[in-house]
């Protein structure tokens, strides 16, 4: 079971990191992601890691703004997010799996999210 954490309130422009904790050390084969889902629609892909080689990538709509890392611990996968908007409002998933994918069928394990919410 993976654990989030961070989520809040913010106003528009500022920032927030979230966390995800997972119950063991992250081999270097996973993939880690996070994805959000807003009212009303679906989960879209937000960012993911390949654990191994620290190979990143990114939805549009969050590049230049996003980052996902690994925390500071071995268990730990981060997303760092600037700059935020209302249009980043959402429920935000961390994930983990084993094929490099930004669709969510790709993972086999999720935690139970965490509420970011921005206000204009």
């Known amino acids: 079971q993976l654990m989030e954490s961070g989520g809040g309130l913010v106003q528009t422009g500022a920032s927030l990191r979230l966390s995800c904790t997972t119950p063991?050390?992250?081999?270097?084969?996973?993939?880690m992601a996070w994805f959000r889902q807003a009212p009303g629609k679906e989960r879209e892909f937000v960012a993911l890691?390949?654990?191994?080689?620290?190979?990143?990538n990114y939805a549009d709509a969050v590049k230049g703004r996003f980052t996902i890392s690994r925390g500071e611990a071995p268990n730990i996968v981060s997303l760092q997010m600037n700059n935020l908007t209302p249009a980043d409002t959402a429920v935000y998933y961390c994930?983990?799996?084993?094929?490099?994918?930004?669709?969510?069928?790709?993972?086999?394990?999720w935690g139970q999210g965490t509420q970011v919410t921005v206000s204009s």
């Open positions: 063991g050390r992250i081999f270097s084969s996973a993939i």
């Open positions: 890691l390949r654990w191994g080689t620290q190979a990143t």
């Open positions: 994930a983990r799996g084993t094929t490099y994918s930004t669709i969510a069928s790709g993972y086999n394990y």
